[in-house]
Nanobody, 124 residues
Framework: QVKLVESGGGSVQAGGSLRLSCTASGSTYLSKCLGWFRQTPGKSREGVAAVYDGLARYYADSVTGRFTVSQGDAKNTVYLQMNNLQPEDTATYYC??????????????????WGQGTQVTVAS
């Protein structure tokens, strides 16, 4: 089992920045790929970004050029630097993990472990 704990959410004005963090513990060999997803009420959870072995493997088109995903040196922490935030980025952001590099993308069904989520609110 892998436990994922997110932090760093909050409220910002449009154009502002936030940095999310997620730390994996437990059987971390099962979390080679760490991804970020987001969800708003009434909508499906969507992939935002994913990283595998220190390399970014996936960005949603809507965040490319504004968000950057990275891993800490120990590879059990993943960060999401979010710049130029817009009101449409408002959502609950979730960290997720899978042990498959092949599946390290934005498909919800490919991930086995999930964090509890952290709220990001962007005011216009």
């Amino acid at each position: 089992q892998v436990k994922l704990v997110e932090s760093g959410g909050g409220s910002v004005q449009a154009g502002g920045s936030l940095r999310l963090s997620c730390t994996a513990s437990g059987s971390t060999y099962l979390s080679k790929c760490l991804g970020w997803f987001r969800q708003t009420p009434g909508k499906s959870r969507e992939g935002v970004a994913a990283v595998y072995d220190g390399l970014a493997r996936y960005y949603a088109d809507s965040v490319t050029g504004r968000f950057t995903v990275s891993q800490g040196d120990a590879k059990n922490t993943v960060y999401l630097q979010m710049n130029n935030l817009q009101p449409e980025d408002t959502a609950t952001y979730y960290c997720a993990a899978t042990n498959s590099g092949y599946d390290c993308e934005g498909d919800v069904l490919k991930y086995n472990f999930w964090g509890q989520g952290t709220q990001v609110t962007v005011a216009s």
